[in-house]
């Protein structure tokens, strides 16, 4: 079946400090990987996507690669800063149904000035 | 721009009572999926529709129905309501054109008492 693991948190950093959130996924076919955030009282935000093998999505000086021979998609940030507080979710999706998501258990992030 | 709007934003209910969760997507989005959080869990995928017909089905319990109407909101319908149910709930829409983005709502918060 269809899962997905992330580091557990909560993951405590300073500001300009370096980010990485591990995520690991199975899937019986080819998917597609995603990383939502979630600010409090807030919705799911697409942060990035990738659509297959060795692609990188990027967005916000978030980065992460999609690795099949690991099966992992780790989100990466040079430097973070406070208002990159939030939960962090990885999540896959497969087959047509494109946007039906597998999530994981989600990472909250807590930056310090 | 126009978001998904979902309501009511919060919402309480005794055991055994009914709710109904409304979802309106964004103008010209045919595809609406419902996703449940429980406190301090991932969203799990509970039913998605297309053109107001079912397109996929997760994890939804027996008691829950939703349908999608000819305006393209749809409503989750939740009878004999138990401490349980107890969570957040996210819609999302998506216009069906292969590999686009879904955009969640902010979700209704439901509260079993």
């Known amino acids: 079946g269809n899962s997905v693991t992330q580091m557990e948190g909560p993951v405590t950093l300073s500001e300009e400090a370096f980010l990485t959130i591990n995520c690991t996924y199975t899937?019986?076919?080819?998917?597609?990987l995603f990383w939502y955030v979630q600010y409090p009282g807030e919705g799911l935000q697409l942060l990035l996507k990738a659509t297959k093998a060795d692609d990188k999505g990027s967005n916000k000086g978030f980065e992460a690669t999609y690795r099949k021979e690991t099966t992992s998609f780790h989100l990466e940030k040079g430097s973070v800063q406070v208002s990159d507080s939030a939960v962090y979710f990885c999540?896959?999706?497969?087959?047509?149904?494109?946007?039906?998501?597998?999530f994981g258990s989600g990472t909250k992030l807590n930056v310090k000035p | 721009a126009a978001g998904v709007i979902q309501s009511p934003r919060h919402l309480i209910k005794e055991k055994r009572e009914t709710a109904t969760l409304k979802c309106y997507p964004i103008p010209r989005h045919d595809t609406v999926y419902w996703y449940q959080q429980g406190p301090g869990q991932d969203p799990q995928f509970l039913i998605s529709?297309?053109?107001?017909?079912?397109?996929d089905k997760g994890s939804i319990p027996d008691r829950f129905s939703a349908q999608q109407f000819s305006d393209y909101h749809s409503e989750l319908n939740m009878s004999s309501l138990e401490l349980g149910d107890s969570a957040l709930y996210f819609c999302a829409s998506s216009p069906n054109a292969g590999n686009t983005e879904a955009f969640f709502g902010q979700g209704t918060r439901l509260t079993v008492v």
């Open positions: 899937a019986t076919g080819y998917p597609s």
């Open positions: 529709f297309y053109e107001k017909m079912q397109s």
């Open positions: 999540a896959l999706s497969e087959g047509y149904n494109f946007n039906k998501f597998y």
